[in-house]
């Protein structure tokens, strides 16, 4: 079952005290920027000085863009948002930030990756903090297996730009605690992002539906059906949706999105499996706007 978050009286409604980001790339640095306009102080995690200077910097680089286009709310200064963020150099130095009540883990799509850093922040930090991951579609009862307090632990899926998007996909494993998707449903509302509560399942609600679009709408290139630009165009303009489905994987990225559709192959099956032209554009190195070069050319 699907439902929204909008119940006004949840626990949770302020944002957490200080929180921490596993992973400070693209989506990291977003979840940071997101809690840390929203008032939390936040800590990046990244393995060595560079990274994490690299990381602060990302958060700091989007903030000044998003200024100097006027995106930012009223009152929202840069410069004590970015205040509000720091990185260290392992999970190991988490317990040092005072009040901290949540941790998101947003590494790679690697399962095994993702579990060994969920289980040694949840070694490094009190027994009250939520653990979350930001998965787009890995099984995130799996991942609690390699937790030993599985009920403070849930899915909490940002969507990229995270700082402008409006959804947080909140995923719960059998054993997720209700006072845990209480506090993610609360933190989710003072981030000003509408969150949906999805059962674990291959791909949630989100990715499943937006790789069978994706995945249809590459085929149909790779048939010659239309255009990138005109099959974009017939769902922008006929069923209102804000991008078609060929730039959105350009902005997903399509090695993310063949990682994804290769999982959901092997869990729900051969409907989910990647065109062949998806897997050449991969191995050309062809990954979207990251690279400069998808279905379209990126400056």
């Known amino acids: 079952m699907t439902e929204h978050s ?19 790339g693209r989506m990291g640095a977003g979840i940071a920027q997101s809690f840390a ?25 989007a903030l000044r863009r998003a200024a100097e286009r006027g995106r930012l709310a009223a009152g929202v200064d840069p ?15 988490l317990p ?19 579990a060994r850093v969920l289980a040694a922040a949840e070694r490094a930090v009190g027994p009250d903090v939520v653990l979350a991951t930001n998965t787009s579609s890995l099984s995130v009862a799996e991942l609690a297996a390699a937790l030993g307090r599985p009920g403070r632990f849930l899915g909490m899926h940002f969507f990229n730009p995270v700082p402008a998007s409006e959804l947080v996909e909140l995923v719960t494993a059998p054993e997720t605690g209700a006072a845990a998707l209480a506090a993610a449903r609360g933190w989710t509302r003072t981030l000003g992002k509408t969150a949906v ?18 995945l249809e709408a590459i085929r149909m290139a790779e048939e010659g059906v239309a255009a990138p630009a ?12 804000p991008m078609g489905p060929l730039r959105l994987t350009d902005l997903v990225g399509l090695d993310v999105r063949l990682a994804i559709a ?7 099956g051969e409907r989910f499996a990647p065109p062949e032209l998806l897997r050449a554009k991969v191995a050309r190195g062809e990954l979207g706007r990251k690279t400069g070069q998808g279905f379209y050319t990126w400056p």
Do not use: N, Q, W
């Open 96 to 114: 040092a930030e005072a009040g901290l009540e949540l941790v998101v883990e947003a590494v790679p799509e690697d399962a095994g990756l993702k």
């Open 6 to 24: 909008t119940a006004p009286d949840e626990p949770g409604a302020e944002a957490p005290r200080a929180m921490a980001v596993v992973g400070g």
């Open 79 to 93: 410069d004590e948002v970015c205040a509000r963020i720091r990185a260290v150099g392992s999970v190991a130095e």
């Open 262 to 268: 290769e999982h959901l192959r092997e869990t729900l």
């Open 37 to 61: 306009t929203a008032g939390s102080r936040v800590v990046i995690v990244e393995s060595g000085a560079d990274a994490a200077a690299a990381a602060v910097a990302r958060v700091a680089g």
């Open 230 to 241: 005109d099959i974009d165009t017939a769902m922008e303009l006929g069923y209102k949706h």
């Open 197 to 214: 509560v999805v059962r674990d399942s291959p791909g949630f609600a989100s990715s499943r539906l937006g790789v069978a679009l994706g």
